[in-house]
């Protein structure tokens, strides 16, 4: 997982990702989207393949560059723990919910929202 985050670091690698997203792209391809030098676009795709996120493969002259979402599990996993509601929020929720249960009873009880509201 720390490989992962750590490639996806760098806005380049994060942009090159996004690019193989809809199929695989030629080393070439890939470079000459990008303003810096193909060495160094061969180093981003070096930093990718070596965690996982991208496959290549060379078909005569040409490396051809694939995305692979495998690796992307553990880190989407980790981070969804901060997305989740906490023990808590269910609490709160569930409170809520029941607060607007018993307001809707006493309404229904006596006919007078605004008499109930007022001895809530």
Do not use: C, K, N
């Amino acid at each position: 997982m720390d490989e992962v985050a750590e490639a996806i670091a760098d806005p380049i690698r994060r942009d090159i990702l996004e690019m193989l997203r809809d199929g695989r792209l030629s080393a070439g391809d890939i470079a000459a989207r990008f303003p810096v030098s193909r060495p160094a676009v061969s180093r981003h795709l070096r930093v990718l393949r070596q965690a996982g996120l991208v496959r290549d493969e060379v078909v005569g002259r040409q490396r051809f560059y694939r995305l692979e979402t495998e690796p992307f599990t553990a880190l989407v996993e980790w981070l969804a723990r901060f997305d989740r509601p906490r023990g808590w929020e269910h609490r709160l929720d569930a409170l809520e919910t029941e607060v607007y249960r018993t307001r809707r009873e006493r309404r229904g009880r006596t006919g007078h929202p605004a008499e109930e509201e007022r001895t809530a």
